[in-house]
């Protein structure tokens, strides 16, 4: 076993990342006296030098993902925009039609804001994932009705890494005037998303998965006639009124540093996980009885999910304390309620409660997966040995 004393490795890049030293440092000029604080709204001359800086931001996230600066509005993280975006598209559209669908796999920002909407009247259908975690296009198409007005369906699943192919759904929701929400937050600044190309109407998104500050996201709302939003908040008249409040500008200025930033590592990173990835793998993956969570193809690198037969989850996180890793009850684990996303994998309770989940970023050294291989190998030996039936032949 590791020696408990050492610092844990960090391997829970998919809850959050370090702010990049560089982002840090961009933030830094835009709070104190001496810096550039004035409110954005203001119009004398330190106003308008921080509507600059918002600016800046806006044009270097929309570098990042291809499209123009107005159509991004600036929120409080994904959480806000997925509910900006699907409430007040959903909420805009009502007389469109009042059928949606998205997936029980889509991260709980999402699946609670669509219940929500369940109790306004509307009629949402939850496609079940295959095995692997995809949605299956044909089935996709069956669900699709004449009053079908909204779709959701996530691009990296924060619990397994599974890629949707976000392009041939789109191709279907525009074939039919339908609206498409993707929530990005794991995959913007990691994969490549080009939205003019790709037929996305909303995309949500967070400072905190991409090297840059918590608490600023932003949402993404093509220029199209068919697609705008009803505003959750009522205020200034920031964000085209329809995010209204005084602009947090060094949030903003962190956002568009660290989009910047994604944009010119994007390839070497995503190379980088890749390494990491395999080289993980390689030494947990002939553990006996371990399995891979997710697809093995549609898969995000930074983001590794395994289940193992025969283990106790508990006991597992308490042997693993030497890493910070996500677990079988991933977001929630505080209140201990299984994951739905594993169960839709028709897992049974044992083997979401065995699920770990692996995530790792920039930061991440092979010394520290070379840790992670040694501490988990040992801990499943360990309970292994423990474990009552063994106990019982002893
Ligand atoms: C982290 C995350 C969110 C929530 O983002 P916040 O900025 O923390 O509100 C939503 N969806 C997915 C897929 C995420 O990974």
């Not at 509307?122 to 692997?132: A, E, G, H, Q, S």
């Not at 929701?173 to 998303?193: F, M, N, W, Y």
């Amino acid at each position: 076993m590791l020696n408990k004393n050492v610092a844990p490795v960090y391997l829970d890049y998919a809850a959050t990342t370090p702010v990049d030293p560089q982002v840090a440092e961009a933030m830094s000029g835009y709070l104190t006296v001496g810096g550039i604080f004035a409110n954005p709204s203001s119009i004398h001359a330190a106003g308008r030098r921080s509507a600059a800086a918002v600016e800046t931001a806006r044009e270097q996230l929309a570098g990042l993902l291809n499209v123009s600066p107005h159509e991004l509005i600036w929120t409080s993280g994904a959480t806000e925009s997925v509910n900006l975006g699907i409430l007040g598209a959903a909420r805009y559209r009502s007389d469109r039609g009042k059928h949606l669908i998205t997936m029980p796999t889509e991260h709980k920002a999402v699946t609670d804001t669509f219940q929500a909407l369940e109790r306004e009247g509307f009629d949402v259908t939850y496609l079940m994932p295959d095995r692997n975690g995809l949605l299956a296009l044909d089935e996709f198409e069956a669900a699709i009705r004449h009053d079908t007005q909204l779709v959701s369906v996530m691009h990296v699943n924060n619990e397994t890494g599974v890629i949707q192919d976000i392009r041939r759904i789109g191709e279907r929701c525009r074939e039919r005037d339908i609206l498409l929400h993707v929530d990005a937050a794991q995959s913007v600044g990691k994969l490549p998303t080009d939205l003019s190309v790709l037929p996305v109407d909303l995309l949500s998104l967070t400072a905190h998965k991409l090297y840059g500050p918590k608490g600023i996201g932003a949402l993404y709302m093509a220029d199209r006639p068919a697609c705008h939003v009803l505003p959750l908040f009522h205020g200034g008249g920031q964000e085209r009124r329809l995010r209204p409040g005084t602009l947090a500008v060094h949030q903003i200025v962190g956002l568009g540093a660290a989009a910047a930033l994604a944009k010119s590592r994007q390839v070497e990173d995503l190379m980088h996980l890749q390494g990491l990835e395999a080289r993980l793998w390689s030494g947990i993956g002939n553990i006996p009885g371990i399995l891979r969570n997710g697809s093995e193809t549609e898969s995000f690198p930074g983001i590794l999910s395994v289940s193992i037969e025969g283990i106790e989850g508990e006991s597992l996180m308490l042997a693993l304390e030497p890493l910070c890793v996500g677990s079988g009850s991933a977001c929630n684990s505080r209140n201990r309620e299984s994951s739905a996303v594993l169960r839709a994998l028709g897992h049974d309770d044992a083997l979401v409660q065995s699920a770990i989940r692996f995530s790792f970023g920039r930061g991440t050294t092979n010394d520290e997966i070379d840790l992670a291989i040694g501490c988990y190998a040992d801990a499943i030996k360990h309970l292994r040995a423990i474990s009552p039936q063994h106990a019982r032949t002893a």
